[in-house]
């Protein structure tokens, strides 16, 4: 086979070291492999590379382009990625067999004519789309518009809910790979010496701090950890756009003398945290796969915190337990100025529904509709008098943590809530058992041989989905649902104004 991988841009971590690791596996079972990106960074790496500007994040702001130049543009970046791909192995087009194009994240709108270049590709090649993430998650800053999605391609998800959506949307079961991500599982004898339970001082969050990694939720949690023990962040975003909300976290933590350290991965490596740390602690609202939630047990180490329907039920079908997370944190009245708060939220939802209106209104009715539907029942979602603590925005979940910081009849109205609070540094460690269904679902090794099936089966899985794509309304009802709305799950974004012109 010959595939040629395609990302946003290259870098050292993250969706970067997905993409390499998924080279290396084509490099050893014998493939030519290539990667297209807007840019690089970070390891050389054993493929052929293929910087295309045009796969670049646009940046934020503005209008969308004319219809007939969007078009054109998505035209011009499919012949680039359809001659990067013929030229693998210098081959040239005497041959299209065996050869495929593995597409990832086409479901964030981060680069308007990637919709539209797939198209093309898939008219010409087989085409295998991977989704980490999607707009219509309660994403408006990152929904397609009227462009769609490409027909007649092999689709895979990160997890089985994600999969269960695009079927849904319209996809042959056939069509559609469950394609999740590899956990190295580290031998014993690799890892730094722990220190014993009781000297151990951190509550580690594996992190880079954006706003759906829910840092106020992670701070709340500090103020019930023991004497001795502090939270630890590991790393600042890379994203510029996410760095307000952190070092908004930073300032107050610091202003309100919270036991709770940021950046502590840049002057450690993650091993040595690990092996200072009682447990890892996520608080995320939102994770395509979940490696916060794996990699601890790699590590011998327990994972306490909020509980994601998205991902812990794949862990659980794979044998894996996690009786330490809880599903919500609820927040008594009083500890909050709730007016204000609702305030806040309706100028965020109203922002939202103009969003979503603008992106799925060429849908006709039914795509508005499902957008004041999903608006007006998260809406009444608030009408409980407690409402969980992910559900917040973050300047409620500040004025709430500072009374309870500085309050202590506060701190047992919270507790009284959520009792567990006081006993996450006391997670129930993993069992030998959990470490190896971790290595039987997703080692290495069992995650190569899926992605392997799956690049092999991508001809004829696009074949199977000729002529169709998934529905964004479809997609948008299943996922944006109001039990998974969360103020932390956003990002600033400039609200309305991103679908096309009207042809």
């Known amino acids: 086979m010959r595939i040629l991988l395609v990302h946003f841009h290259l870098g050292a971590g993250g969706v970067g070291s997905v993409l390499r690791a998924q080279a290396e596996l084509a490099r050893k079972a014998g493939f030519a492999v290539g990667i297209a990106a807007g840019s690089f960074d970070g390891p050389v790496g054993d493929f052929e590379r293929f910087e295309i500007p045009e796969l670049a994040y646009e940046m934020p702001g503005g209008g969308p382009p004319d219809e007939k130049v969007l078009d054109a543009r998505g035209r011009a970046l499919g012949e680039k990625l359809v001659a990067a791909a013929r030229s693998l192995g210098g081959r040239g087009r005497a041959s299209d067999e065996g050869l495929l194009v593995h597409a990832h994240n086409l479901a964030l709108r981060k680069t308007r004519v990637y919709p539209g270049a797939l198209a093309f590709v898939a008219r ?30 092999a689709w895979a998800a990160l997890n089985g809910r994600d999969r269960a959506a695009l079927v849904a949307a319209g996809l042959p079961p056939e069509s559609v790979a469950l394609i999740p991500n590899a956990v190295r599982i580290p031998d014993h004898r690799e890892l730094p010496a722990g220190a014993s339970a009781r000297d151990r001082d951190l509550v580690l969050y594996p992190v880079r701090g954006i706003p759906r990694k829910n840092l106020g939720e992670a701070l709340l949690a500090s103020l019930f950890l023991p004497a001795g023990v502090e939270l630890a962040v590991t790393l600042p975003p890379s994203n510029p756009l ?16 919270l036991r709770a350290r940021f950046g502590a991965g840049l002057s450690a490596q993650l091993d040595e945290l690990y092996a200072r740390s009682r447990c890892a602690l996520s608080t995320s609202v939102k994770e395509g796969f979940g490696f916060s939630f794996l990699e601890p047990i790699a590590r011998g180490l327990p994972v306490a915190g909020r509980r994601l329907e998205s991902v812990i039920p794949d862990f659980e079908e794979s044998g894996l337990r996690f009786p330490s997370l809880y599903t919500g944190i609820a927040t008594p009245e009083g500890l909050y100025d709730r007016a204000a708060f609702e305030r806040r939220l309706e100028v965020l939802l109203d922002r939202v529904s103009a969003a979503y209106r603008d992106a799925l209104g060429s849908r006709g009715r039914p795509g508005l509709a499902a957008v004041d539907e999903a608006i007006e029942r998260t809406r009444a979602m608030y009408g409980n008098s407690m409402i969980d603590f992910a559900a917040l925005d973050a300047e409620a979940q500040s004025e709430l943590i500072a009374l309870a910081a500085s309050d202590p009849g506060a701190r047992a109205d919270v507790l009284e809530a959520a009792p567990f ?19 039987a679902a997703y080692s290495p090794e069992k995650a190569g041989a899926v992605l392997l099936a799956a690049w092999r089966g991508a001809a004829a899985a696009a074949h199977a989905a000729s002529g169709r794509s998934p529905d964004p309304v479809s997609l948008f009802r299943s996922l944006s649902r109001p039990d998974n709305f969360s103020p932390r799950g956003f990002r600033p974004f400039a609200g309305a104004g991103n679908a096309r012109s009207p042809a």
């Open 124 to 153: 010409e090649l087989p085409v295998l789309v991977h989704c980490h993430d999607f707009g219509e998650e309660w994403r408006p800053d990152s929904v397609h518009d009227s462009a769609g999605y490409p027909e007649g391609c």
């Open 242 to 257: 996410d760095l307000p909300d952190y070092e908004h976290w930073v300032a107050f933590s610091a202003r309100l003398g």
């Open 421 to 439: 609070l006081s006993a996450l540094a006391d997670a129930i460690p993993p069992t030998e058992a959990d470490r190896a269904a971790l290595g």
